[in-house]
């Protein structure tokens, strides 16, 4: 079983920046991939970006998101960080953090933290 810890968001003004983190533990050896996922109020969960145990990164946000969010990971920490610049109001969604097996729909076989809020307005 793997645990994680989300924490890093808030509320900011459309054009700040946050900078969200997500700590692992438990067996995360068996991990292949970790990534950020969001979900507002109404909508389904979306990807944000997620990296492979081989260190390549995958962002899923299109031009929603493109330039604007950068996926980094500390292994020796089993840290995982979103670094959000220039936040606009359609970015406000609950933000969790994931872990999965390759082969595993992240959406559905995925271990979850808590999330954590952010809102832009």
């Known amino acids: 079983h793997v645990q994680l810890v989300e924490s890093g968001g808030g509320s900011v003004q459309p054009g700040g920046s946050l900078r969200l983190s997500c700590v692992a533990s438990?067996?995360?050896?068996?991990?292949?991939?970790m990534g950020w996922f969001r979900q507002a109020p109404g909508k389904e969960r979306e990807g944000v970006a997620a990296?492979?145990?081989?260190?390549?990164?995958?962002?899923y946000g299109g031009d929603s998101m493109k330039g604007r969010f950068t996926l980094s990971q500390d292994t020796a920490k089993k840290e995982l960080y979103l670094q959000m610049e220039s936040l606009k109001p359609e970015d406000t969604a609950m933000y969790y953090c994931?872990?999965?097996?390759?082969?595993?729909?992240?959406?559905?076989?995925?271990?979850w933290g808590q999330g954590t809020q952010v809102t832009v307005s």
């Open positions: 994931g872990s999965w097996r390759r082969g595993m729909n992240p959406f559905s076989d995925a271990y």
């Open positions: 990296i492979a145990s081989g260190g390549l990164i995958t962002y």
């Open positions: 438990g067996s995360t050896g068996r991990i292949n991939y």
